[in-house]
């Protein structure tokens, strides 16, 4: 898959470096990138109760996510940085996108020791993910009211075999997953270059084995970018957001500040905390990147550790490279 990517991206990135290389104004982008996932949980378990014990998992996953936008009003990139642009320029677009994910999974007993339980918990599995989706943009560029509306679905299907007991005993079972999130969000440009959208989201989840989960998120989210001086910018991106699930609300907050030397490079970090009523704290650090090689050629990069405290818990780092280009 990595090999696919980089030839895809090569090819992309040369035929419209060559058609659009000199303009400054864009109807169209298209993003392809590129997601390896690492991640290890910790769960407590039982077998035949009161006995239990404590197993970890670890998974590695792969995803290729592909996207394409249509700026139905036009996108200028002569108001400021050109990662930002969209957001300046106030444009309304229409985007689609696709994710495929691919995750292999192996989970082991860790403890306690025999003879309290069965010599060996194994399971092993490979899960794959498709997501496609749709979002509108619409911004009224005189008013500075906006409107957004997206709908994604999600469609998970896994193989997975189990070993336990002794001697050993091989079950084989298959675990499907489906989840359609619908969001809507309403927002207002306080001035050229800050923005506040109040959204909603509706996330509901069916499993194939039984039972069904429904989620209703509401977040309010803040844009800001300002100059620093001739040559520099910064901007911060800040949400909050209460998610009330059927077993366990939880509140996220989240801040990413970043720099903007010149008109092409964007760099910055990012924290957020998500504290659920049951669990403990779920904390995310972000590195990221964007650097315009061209006016309508985008490389960027990312890496994010996601980290849940206490028992259960759990350890995910995720490192991201793409390309976009506008024409």
Request: charged share 20%; glycine share 10%.
């Amino acid at each position: 898959m990595v090999t696919a990517f980089i030839r895809v991206t090569s090819a992309v990135t040369l035929s419209l470096s060559l058609t659009a290389a000199y303009s400054d104004d864009f109807d169209y982008e298209f993003r392809i990138g590129y997601d390896a996932t690492d991640s290890t949980a910790a769960f407590g378990f039982a077998t035949i109760p009161p006995v239990g014990g404590i197993a970890i998992t670890d998974s590695d996953g792969a995803t290729l996510r592909l996207a394409g936008t249509w700026f139905y009003g036009g996108l200028s990139d002569d108001k400021g940085p050109r990662t930002r642009a969209e957001f300046l320029d106030r444009a309304s677009s229409l985007s689609l996108g696709l994710s495929f994910t691919e995750t292999d999974t192996s989970t082991v007993e860790a403890g306690p020791p025999a003879p309290l339980l069965p010599p060996q918990i194994l399971i092993e599995g490979t899960t794959s993910d498709d997501e496609y989706g749709f979002a509108v943009r619409h911004v009224w560029r005189d008013s500075g009211y906006i409107v957004n509306v997206s709908v994604s679905r999600g469609e998970a299907e896994g193989a997975a075999t189990s070993l336990f007991g002794a001697p050993a005993t091989t079950v084989e079972f298959d675990a499907d997953i489906d989840e359609t999130t619908y969001t809507i969000g309403f927002g207002y440009y306080l001035s050229q270059a800050t923005a506040v959208v109040l959204s909603y989201a509706r996330i509901d989840t069916d499993v194939a084995f039984g039972g069904e989960a429904d989620v209703d998120v509401w977040s309010a989210n803040l844009t800001h970018v300002a100059e620093l001086n001739a040559d520099w910018h910064y901007a911060i991106d800040a949400s909050v957001g209460r998610s009330d699930a059927e077993f366990n609300d939880s509140d996220v907050l989240t801040i990413n500040a970043s720099l903007l030397p010149g008109n092409d490079i964007e760099f910055g970090v990012g924290l957020s905390r998500e504290e659920p009523e049951f669990g403990g704290d779920i904390d995310s650090r972000r590195l990221f990147g964007r650097w315009f090689i061209r006016n309508n050629i985008e490389l960027e990069a990312a890496f994010v550790q996601i980290e849940q405290r206490g028992f259960p818990g759990f350890d995910t780092d995720v490192a991201s490279v793409g390309v976009n280009a506008r024409f």
